[in-house]
């Protein structure tokens, strides 16, 4: 088992990548319309996943927190990731979430579900203040996941060298404060 925490919500189990993720993440990876928003088009060599796994589990065994594969529970299929990261893996930057699925798991509430789990890991566990997800400004697929998350709009801001629509979520107040 992968070293990190692993999340469990009602259909999802979020794992931390972990090498026997790679050929279903790099295919994800690969899906023109999973990456529309994401790259230059450009295809991802299964090299290039199993690096990107090696380095968040540098990030977990440092940190605390890094990406999951997303995992149905019924079926065990691997059908996207999610993360809790520094925006731009910048140490000092806020707190992010973050999702991506394959096209095939699209328009079911997945992606919503894995945020929701990652916000909660890092009010509940690492103990953030808030935290915030970035998209693309066109990626108004995940500007609603965000909102179905009960994030709120920010504004436009630059993250990873682009404009990006940014939403935050502030950690919950306790009951009776």
């Not at 096209?103 to 103990?127: M, N, R, V």
Request: net charge negative.
């Amino acid at each position: 088992m992968p070293q990190g925490t692993v999340l469990t919500t009602a259909r999802l189990r979020l794992e931390p990548f972990a090498a026997n993720h790679a050929p279903a993440l790099n295919a994800i990876n690969n899906e023109p319309a999973v990456m529309a928003f994401l790259s230059d088009g450009a295809p991802e060599t299964l090299e290039k996943t199993q690096a990107a796994i090696a380095r968040v589990a540098e990030r977990w065994a440092r940190l605390g927190y890094g990406w999951w594969a997303m995992i149905l529970r019924d079926s065990h299929q691997v059908i996207g990731a999610a993360c809790l990261q520094n925006v731009a893996n910048q140490d000092t930057a806020e707190l992010e979430i973050g999702w991506r699925l394959t096209t095939a798991a699209t328009g079911h509430g997945y992606a919503t579900e894995a945020g929701k789990a990652a916000a909660e890991y890092a009010f509940d566990i690492i103990g953030a203040g808030h935290v915030i997800a970035v998209a693309h400004p066109d990626n108004i697929a995940s500007h609603r996941v965000m909102e179905r998350i009960g994030m709120r709009f920010r504004g436009s801001e630059t993250h990873y060298d682009q404009p990006c629509t940014t939403y935050v979520l502030q950690r919950p107040r306790p009951a009776g404060i």
